[in-house]
Structures are given as structure tokens and as C-alpha cells.
């Protein structure tokens, strides 16, 4: 079974400041690669993902993530965020060749976005 | 269109109880998941199903059962609920076009006391 680990349960960051929400996962099979946003009291949402191709990868509102094979790393990145990023952001992964209906999440970092 | 839609949103059980959470989604998708969430835990998946008639084990099954008998519909049961139990549970759903993309319903929170 894959494991993901998001190293940072919170992340504190200034309004127009950078900010990189870290992601490792265990295996390194072919993976699928995923960033979902959960803002409060709803579920989650599809920020990007990573299924082949070019390394980096763009998403929604600005964010992009950068797949790295060899760290087995997968770090989602915004050159300057709004009061509105302030949310719940989860790494997923699932297994390209075994099952990639099973997806494993990390236990997600808290972004906190202050004026 | 609707997407995923979960009913309660709320639920207090006692120890012992049994309760069915519904799940249906009108994306026409193959695939459908439930999970539950934890504070600090992230996402367990507890069952899913790539088709009508068709169940399979996530990573935390112990105590819930599913079935599957249309492509909407996907309720999740509890029996004898405990307080290990109490959590966040989320519905989700995706097509089998190789977007992978889940789509998630809105949860439901069930406290076991």
C-alpha cells in the first residue's frame, strides 16, 4: 500500500507571499498524482494532478505542482496567494499499474492566508 | 446536474445503533468511493465499487458494508456503530474516461456517543 506524507500540518503565510505545500509519497511504482482544496465545511475539490507527461503541472487558481521520480516528491507551489487560498490542501496518490482506484491521501496542510 | 449528493448531513447515533448513509450521483460515473476523514488523518478510503454489482475493500472496511445495485445509488451501512466511528464521511465519484478525477459530495458528520 502507498503512503503519503504531508510533512507540514500547518502553513502560515502572508497575502502575496510564495508559498509551497510539501508532498512525499512511499512507492516508487508508477504513480498518479493528485492536489485537491477542501475549504470549510465542504468536500473536496480537484486543484491538479499529475497522470504523464511534462513534470510540471498546472491547475486551477494559480497553482502548479512539480512531480520529482527520484524523491518521489510532489510539491504544490503559488508564486502569491490570496485571503481566498486560506483552506485545507491534500496530496492523493494512486497506483498506475496495480489498482488506480485506490487512492491514498496524505493528511492534508492547513493554509492560512493572513492580510 | 446535481453531482454527488450525501444524505444526512448530520447524524448522532448512539452505541449499538445501525443507520444506512446514502450516496447518488447523476454523472452517470462507473466508479464510486466512500471515505471517511479524521482531524489530522486525512482521507481513509473504507469501500469502493467500479461498477453496479461490484464492491471492493478499502484501506479501513472493519464495521461498514456496501452495495452497489444501480449506477447512482451507492449507501453505505453501519452496523453496531461505536464511537470509533464518529467522524466526517465523504461520497465521491469518477468517470472511467482516464480522467481519474474524483468528485466529491458535501460529507456527512456522524457522531457516535
Known amino acids: 500500500a502507498q503512503s503519503v506524507t504531508q510533512l507540514d500540518s500547518q502553513v502560515p503565510v502572508f497575502e502575496e507571499a510564495p508559498v509551497e505545500l510539501r508532498c512525499n509519497y512511499s512507492s516508487s511504482v508508477s504513480v498518479y498524482l493528485f492536489w485537491y482544496v477542501q475549504y470549510p465545511n465542504q468536500g473536496l475539490q480537484l486543484l491538479l494532478k499529475?497522470?504523464?507527461?511534462?513534470?510540471l503541472v498546472k491547475g486551477i487558481n494559480g497553482f502548479e505542482a512539480e512531480f520529482n521520480k527520484s524523491q518521489t516528491s510532489f510539491h504544490l507551489r503559488k508564486p502569491s496567494v490570496h485571503i481566498s487560498d486560506t483552506a485545507e490542501y491534500f496530496c492523493?496518490?494512486?497506483?498506475?499499474?496495480?489498482?488506480?482506484?485506490?487512492?491514498?491521501f496524505g493528511s492534508g496542510t492547513k493554509l492560512n492566508v493572513k492580510p | 446536474n446535481a453531482g454527488v449528493t450525501q444524505t444526512p448531513k448530520f447524524r448522532i447515533l448512539k452505541i449499538g445503533q445501525s443507520m444506512t448513509l446514502q450516496c447518488t450521483q447523476d454523472m452517470n460515473h462507473n466508479y464510486m468511493y466512500w471515505y471517511r476523514q479524521d482531524p489530522g488523518m486525512g482521507l481513509k478510503l473504507i469501500y469502493y465499487?467500479?461498477?453496479?454489482?461490484?464492491?471492493d475493500k478499502g484501506e479501513v472496511p472493519n464495521g461498514y458494508n456496501v452495495s452497489r445495485s444501480t449506477t447512482e445509488d451507492f449507501p453505505l451501512r453501519l452496523e453496531l456503530a461505536a464511537p470509533s466511528q464518529t467522524s466526517v464521511y465523504f461520497c465521491?465519484?469518477?468517470?472511467?474516461?482516464?480522467?481519474?478525477?474524483?468528485?466529491f459530495g458535501p460529507g456527512t458528520r456522524l457522531t457516535v456517543t
Open positions: 465521491a465519484s469518477s468517470s472511467r474516461d482516464g480522467s481519474y478525477e474524483q468528485y
Open positions: 499529475y497522470l504523464s507527461g511534462s513534470t
Open positions: 492523493a496518490v494512486s497506483d498506475k499499474e496495480y489498482n488506480f482506484n485506490k487512492f491514498y
Open positions: 465499487s467500479v461498477g453496479a454489482g461490484i464492491t
